[in-house]
């Protein structure tokens, strides 16, 4: 047994014995994290909106904004992390050693490289943080948090959430980057 699945085994059995809780922190954060997420962007573009409020220039705005600097990068690393799970098939933990390591609630047995979850929620984080600071900072200990959780679940190994971690970092500000470079500016 290797360095990874000894940890994802020691978690999974600790785990094993807070099942509800682990449940929800795996799964349900990301729901958390969105609803941060889209009441802070909403929250910040309310406050620079011109008036009147729900002028058609400002739901324009809105919409605009929201496609281009919170969606778009979200979409572009989940879709890199989909290209990467086809190329590196990883059997989840619970697959690969059903002996040893249980899945806690229900999950297909598709690969579990890297952790799409993950790459959500940070890449949904660091587009908050652009925003607002410390709202963004929540949800990436959120993030990590159910990242966690996902492990002592049994459905990733830890080096499926670091490299979701990572992917869902790096992608928005180099999406940024070239929504810049092609001159699209925050309206």
Do not use: Q
Not at 19 to 42: E, H, Q, R, S, W
Not at 74 to 87: D, R
């Amino acid at each position: 047994m290797n360095f990874e699945t000894s940890i994802v085994k020691s978690l999974n059995h600790w785990g094993a014995n807070h099942v509800g809780l682990v449940k929800f922190v795996a799964n349900d954060f990301v729901y958390l994290a969105i609803l941060l997420g889209l009441l802070t962007f909403l929250y910040i573009e309310w406050k620079v909106a011109v008036k009147p409020l729900f002028s058609a220039f400002n739901i324009r705005k809105v919409i605009a904004d929201g496609a281009l600097w919170l969606a778009l990068p979200m979409v572009v690393a989940v879709v890199l992390s989909e290209l990467l799970s086809k190329l590196f098939d990883r059997a989840r933990p619970f697959v690969a050693h059903p002996n040893e390591i249980k899945a806690l609630f229900p999950h297909g047995a598709d690969g579990g490289f890297p952790s799409h979850h993950m790459v959500f929620t940070v890449a949904l984080a660091v587009c908050v943080i652009e925003m607002h600071d410390r709202v963004g900072w929540i949800v990436i200990a959120m993030a990590v948090i159910s990242g966690i959780a996902r492990v002592m679940a049994g459905i990733h190994y830890p080096s499926d959430i670091v490299v979701g971690i990572l992917i869902g970092a790096v992608i928005p500000p180099l999406t940024a980057k070239v929504l810049n470079k092609f001159r699209f500016k925050r309206l």
